[in-house]
């Protein structure tokens, strides 16, 4: 997960600008990643560790990768991606956090289910997302908008149903959010924001 959010290498563009690696350590026997949003100061933890532990004493791993650490200053194509972000409402913030946070979920009833790259509940017709474009040059995922506006397309997974109940789901979605639908697309509102979801690339 680590490696598809940071920065790879100095001038490379992949990865979320301004984030670092802060800290790799071990508790409860399961290994945790910390980064860090240098622009914002937003701390980001993943871990396999069910109780969440902070890195406090524990012991400290040597990172297997190179990447940019909390060490390294903005880069200026950083810079340029970060003053072309557009502005973002609070209520959009929120459903646009939700949508990255309910990638990988699975539906404790087994009727929905969210992820990157497969169905995690294997369902015959779900498989048409591996289609021949998405394997060969690999799926498509766009995010545009602005204040309170928002649409994101992808090809692929997940089916647009699936990742609209995860994030209006009443256990697992965000608090408030409701889902409308227009032809193909689902729409998720939440405050004054709304979040269209399209399968395509346009």
């Known amino acids: 997960m680590a490696s598809r959010l940071l920065p790879a290498a100095r001038g490379s563009s992949r990865g979320v600008p ?4 802060e800290d790799t350590y071990i508790c409860h026997e399961h290994v945790s990643v910390r ?9 980001l933890t993943i871990t396999g560790d069910p109780a ?3 890195r406090d004493g524990k012991r400290s791993l040597v990172p297997r990768d190179r990447y940019l650490t909390i060490d ?3 880069m200026a194509h950083e810079r340029r991606a970060l003053a072309e972000l557009p502005p973002i409402s609070g209520d959009a913030a929120i459903l646009l956090a939700g949508l990255v946070s309910r990638y990988n979920l699975v539906d404790r009833r087994g009727s929905w289910a969210t992820s990157l790259s497969w169905d995690p509940l294997e369902r015959p017709g779900v498989e048409r997302r591996s289609e021949p474009d998405v394997l060969r040059d690999g799926a498509v995922r766009r995010l545009g908008g602005a204040g309170d506006s928002w649409e994101f397309r992808w090809t692929g997974y997940p089916e647009p149903y699936d990742l609209a109940r995860a994030l209006t789901h009443r256990e697992a979605g965000i608090k408030g959010a409701r889902v409308t639908r227009h ?10 924001a709304s979040l269209d979801l399209c399968e395509g690339e346009d």
């Open 52 to 54: 969440g532990c902070e």
């Open 18 to 21: 301004g984030l670092r690696y």
């Open 183 to 192: 032809g193909d697309a689902y729409r998720v509102l939440l405050g004054t």
């Open 35 to 43: 980064l860090r949003h240098l622009p914002t100061g937003a701390r």
């Open 72 to 74: 390294n200053d903005l």
